[in-house]
């Protein structure tokens, strides 16, 4: 017979498992937020400094921001960045979703060539040039489809919803296919709203990254700059600042560069308070299986 070791919750050990616990963790949310709210903070402050440290800034002003708004070159960008992210986020969410979805069925004819086939390109990547290569003769270059198709899908996330959909019973796609569904019709009426989490959790990690390509448009779209992204525009702003200055205001160039990081990152803090009741538990269940 096994024995069981059990901690009791009033023990010394658990109350110092427990302590050392909250030590560890407070550290670590220490780590993370104190370059987060330097950043916000000195996006504040006139004389913000790349060194120093203030919980409040020494000279509050909004001059950073009213520089950035006050650019009417801005909104060109910033709209590019918000299609690209809802159509880059739509397309792989549907692209990754199927994919996932026809693995999870067991009677899927080559199921496991498919599976091998998407697992090969998590450890073989081809590498910057020869997609660059590819994206050419494609046609794609100085297009924004070049940005959002080569990031269609990623085998990691596949194998999440993968695994959250062959979480699902099998006695709810017996029962929808005895209602008459088709396979398609099953997808949407039947698993889609049952992977509620699991699509909000990947659908987030999409979408912070459509929303902070980079290199990608530098790369791919070369001589059409009006087809940048609000990344790529922030970028100019801070080298022209480095570089020329602007008249007129007085605040410290780390302000703009803070502020301009600040804004950028906006749009992911709006959108997480509204996916995140379903974020642990999607990325829970679609690691289970691993």
Not at 61 to 86: D, N, Q
Not at 161 to 176: H, M, Q, R, V, Y
Request: hydrophobic share 50%; proline share 4%; aromatic share 14%.
């Amino acid at each position: 017979m096994i024995k069981k070791h059990s901690i009791h919750k009033q023990s010394s050990a658990y109350i110092a498992f427990r302590a050392i616990n909250i030590v560890i963790m407070l550290t670590i949310i220490l780590l993370i937020m104190i370059p987060i709210l330097k950043i916000i903070i000195d996006s504040f402050d006139e004389k913000a400094s790349e060194t120093v440290f203030r919980i409040f800034p020494e000279t509050f002003t909004l001059g950073a921001y009213k520089l950035i708004v006050s650019r009417p070159s801005i909104f060109r960008p910033l709209m590019i960045s918000f299609i690209t992210t809802i159509s880059g986020t739509i397309l792989a969410m549907s692209v990754t979703s199927l994919y996932a979805y026809g693995l999870s069925q067991r009677s899927l004819p080559g199921r496991k060539f498919l599976l091998v086939l998407a697992l090969i390109t998590m450890v073989f990547r081809a590498g910057m040039i020869p997609l660059f290569l590819v994206i050419r003769d494609l046609g794609l270059m100085n297009s924004l489809l070049a940005v959002i198709l080569v990031h269609a899908m990623d085998a990691y996330y596949l194998l999440l919803l993968k695994n959250f959909f062959e979480g699902i019973p099998t006695s709810i796609f017996d029962a929808a296919e005895i209602d008459g569904c088709s396979p398609l019709q099953t997808f949407i009426r039947v698993v889609l709203p049952l992977s509620k989490p699991g699509l909000a959790a990947i659908g987030l990690f999409y979408t912070v990254f459509y929303w902070n390509q980079f290199f990608d448009y530098i790369l791919y779209i070369q001589t059409k700059p009006n087809l940048h992204n609000f990344q790529v525009f922030l970028r100019s702003l801070v080298i022209e600042t480095d570089t020329q200055g602007f008249e007129g205001f007085s605040f410290a160039t780390q302000s703009l560069k803070n502020a301009a990081i600040t804004v950028s990152i906006i749009p992911v803090l709006v959108l997480y308070p509204f996916v995140q009741k379903y974020f642990v538990k999607g990325i829970n269940l679609g690691a289970v299986k691993g």
